[in-house]
């Protein structure tokens, strides 16, 4: 029985050897930290489609503020379906964007999924678990009176601790190739969709949008409210409310712009930074500044949105 022990654990101790050495598991902080990027990096993806969406629904409300000025039935009619024609082609330029946004927000999301430490933490357990359900019906075998033979408990308490110590950082290293492989072939994709939205965002027309809306926003309200006086009468406080509502969501939607652009190629440059720590084993902290300052952008990007 000792021999079979000792060989046992022998063998057990090779092959820890054998999963330790084949190659190095990221450690648990850094597989957080990876988590942490995509995190922050979905949240940053996002903020482009917000953005062109919340400035067609502005265009629309100021639309109507202005349609609401007009005399005459057909006028006003004429406005309305001008209106509805200009938010479908918001809404184009809107799902143009998306394609970017969902190829990044994908990618982010398969990143976070598969750098996730319950993947190799369940296996483990579940091998422990397996090894302690061993142990239990052994002890009931070994309890049995119509029998004289006996099962070594010692074997299966071995097999069960060690098989889920085995199982998890064997799952721990293949984590880790597969971690590496993903953000290696990953890094060609965020950098390109970053820069197609970047390019997007930067245009002089996506500008002219904003001040264009801040001009017709103003000069809408002020047709509608002219006509409420014409008519002897007083707007409604919350048409009031919501005029005000809108100014400050342009004032928004420029923040967003510009924080936008730059979480976009922080996003761009802490995901580099990250295959390079990856490939040379550096430590995280290597792409500390990086990260932070990701994510304190992804908040602010969030707050506004």
């Known amino acids: 029985m000792d021999v079979r022990t000792n060989v046992l654990r022998i063998l057990v101790a090779l092959l820890l050897v054998w999963c330790c050495s084949s190659c190095a598991a990221l450690t648990e902080s850094q597989l957080q930290t990876v988590q942490k990027l995509a995190v922050s990096g979905d949240s940053v993806a996002a903020a482009p489609s917000v953005l062109f969406r919340e400035l067609a629904a502005i265009r629309t409300e100021r639309g109507l503020f202005y349609a609401a000025s007009l005399t005459g039935a057909q006028a006003r009619f004429a406005e309305l379906n001008a209106l509805a024609a200009a938010a479908l082609e918001d809404e184009k330029l809107a799902e143009r964007t998306d394609v970017c946004v969902d190829v990044l927000n994908s990618y982010l999301r398969a990143l976070r999924s598969i750098s996730n ?41 071995l097999s069960g601790k060690y098989a889920g110590y085995l199982s998890e950082n064997y799952m721990k290293n293949r984590q880790t190739v597969a ?62 409310r919501r005029y005000m509502t809108l100014l400050e969501d342009l004032e928004k939607a420029q923040k967003i ?13 802490a995901h580099h930074k990250l295959l390079t720590a990856l490939d040379k084993r550096d430590r995280i902290d290597y792409w500390y500044n990086e990260l932070t300052e990701l994510n304190k952008l992804a908040q602010q990007l969030n707050k506004l949105l």
């Not at 369940?122 to 309890?143: A, K």
């Not at 510009?258 to 922080?266: A, E, H, T």
């Open 117 to 157: 430490p319950v993947r190799w933490k369940q296996i483990g357990t579940e091998m422990r678990g397996l090894g302690n359900n061993l142990d239990s019906v052994i002890l009931r075998f070994n309890q049995l009176d119509w029998t004289d033979l006996e099962l070594p408990e010692g074997v299966a308490k």
């Open 257 to 269: 712009r510009d924080k936008c652009v730059r979480g976009l190629q922080s996003l761009k440059r």
């Open 179 to 240: 971690v590496r492989e993903f953000v290696s072939e990953g890094d060609t994709l965020v950098a390109v969709c970053v820069d197609a939205l970047v390019q997007l965002l930067r245009k002089q027309e996506v500008q002219e949008l904003i001040d264009n809306e801040s001009t017709g926003l103003k000069n809408n309200y002020l047709a509608y409210l002219q006509r409420v006086e014409a008519l002897g009468q007083l707007p409604p406080v919350d048409h009031d």
